[in-house]
């Protein structure tokens, strides 16, 4: 059993492309610009989406580095994770666990699943954006519904937190907002001058895939900014 500690929750939040190729959920934002879906994500590239109204719909993307699946043509999950590398690239170094220590030099192209309405979502399935540029504290774990979950507080640091998308970061907040703005991007506070940040975020990681599960904001005045996930079935 993986044991939870500072390290290995940050090289959890980075191993995600490593842990699972086929993941069938349901993604529930707090939020009312987006509503509740169910998807089937088989990767590298195809993603199945199911509406609340019963509308299907699928996309297909191609990597920026396409993915290699180690020897195994049968379609399944490769014993060692470490063998699924970009084209062209080197593999990622993991500890005794199966976690990413080190991910290849392809900071991002390369694992994107594909996107459904926001980059939240590419940073939901890869959370990497969480393993630098962060402090985190209470650490904890619980089953939820039946998995095995590692929980954190986490806080983006102005020297280093580097989210997916800057106008869709994970941990929304002053940090991310800042950055935006300095890009020349738009931000929240712009349209709504009144707004608290969050202090932090509650962050939680399913363990056997890497992906978030919940994010959750403490403090602020925004508290349709989180989501949760539901996990059905991984292979």
């Not at 190729?21 to 990767?43: C, G, K, S």
Request: aromatic share 10%; glycine share 10%.
């Amino acid at each position: 059993m993986i044991p939870l500690t500072e390290t290995t929750f940050r090289r959890l939040a980075q191993s995600s492309p490593w842990r699972f190729r086929r993941l069938h959920f349901t993604w529930h934002p707090a939020w009312d610009t987006f509503e509740e879906v169910e998807a089937w994500l088989t990767r590298p590239g195809h993603l199945r989406t199911r509406d609340q109204d019963g509308t299907e719909r699928t996309v297909r993307e191609q990597p920026g580095a396409p993915w290699l699946l180690g020897d195994d043509a049968s379609g399944q999950l490769v014993a060692d994770p470490g063998h699924l590398v970009p084209q062209g690239g080197s593999p990622a170094v993991l500890d005794e666990h199966g976690l990413v220590v080190s991910r290849p030099d392809d900071r991002w192209s390369g694992y994107d699943d594909p996107m459904w309405q926001t980059y939240t979502w590419v940073a939901m399935l890869d959370p990497r954006e969480l393993s630098e540029g962060t402090t985190i504290s209470s650490l904890a774990e619980t089953t939820r519904y039946g998995r095995r979950t590692w929980w954190a507080e986490i806080a983006a640091r102005a020297d280093g937190y580097e989210p997916r998308c800057g106008c869709c970061p994970l941990l929304w907040g002053e940090v991310s907002e800042s950055a935006e703005a300095a890009d020349g991007g738009p931000t929240f506070i712009q349209v709504h001058p009144d707004v608290d940040y969050p202090d932090e975020w509650l962050i939680g990681l399913d363990v056997e895939t890497g992906i978030v599960v919940s994010a959750e904001p403490i403090g602020g005045s925004r508290p349709d900014a989180g989501f949760t996930t539901t996990i059905h079935e991984v292979g």
